[in-house]
């Protein structure tokens, strides 16, 4: 056998991503369609009213081509997988259904979008532990429950940032997450600020930082979600009440 040049070992193909790695990569899709909505939203000089189509049309293709990625994996049937599926299905049907609609009610549409994705990854990657028992190694550096917490928050769309860099202000809805914690997984490059990017705390007010998960953040996450609850750095937040509150820097 002719064996490769040694210079074509240095170049080596990353593999693709898993089922539940697209799944959340798709999450931060919606929640970047969401923003771009809020902020034509509030946008006084009333910009093209369908601008949103194009994107919500790839929106409901790349939902479509991750239902096909979980199918791939061939799982044995069960109800959280078919509930999970479900719910990505409803979700390419409602993206599609946004097209024929303004940009307002094309937003509510998809409000819930990133919430139903993550959802839907827990489940799948649940499934995908039970079904084949779990070999997944636990990271070197497993994440502190904040940590774990945070990643889980900002796959929402949960979280956005204001201020300076000296001082920031976190504003997230369900569960507090600290801007400590924000730096530490930033330091780590797991996540990362979008400048101006998410809609205004209030009106006539200047846009937000979205904080986003970066390609090494969405493999921690999923890592995170693949593990065996008993062994998992912090387990998703509960429900609680949806109110918005901001933390001061410290």
Known sequence: MTRPPADALLFEVPPPPTPVERLLSLAAHYTEHNDRLDLLLADRAKPEPRAHVTAAQDLATETLAAI???????????????????????????????????????RELTALAPEAVLDSATRIAGEIRRRRWSSTPRPD????????????????????????????????RTTRVLISTLRSLEANDLIARKAKSAAPAYIGGSPQDRVHLTSAGVTALAAALALPPATTAGSPPGPAPRTQTATRGR
Request: net charge neutral; charged share 15%; hydrophobic share 35%.
């Open 141 to 172: 550096e497993p994440l502190s429950t904040a940590q774990h917490t945070a990643l889980h928050e900002i796959a929402r769309g949960h979280v956005v940032v204001t201020g300076s860099t000296d001082r920031s202000y976190v504003h997230h």
């Open 68 to 106: 096909k990625a979980v199918h791939n994996e061939r799982l044995y049937a069960s109800a959280e997988l078919s509930d999970a599926v479900v719910r990505l299905k409803q979700l390419a049907y409602l993206c599609t259904a946004s097209t024929g609609h303004g940009p307002q009610l094309a």
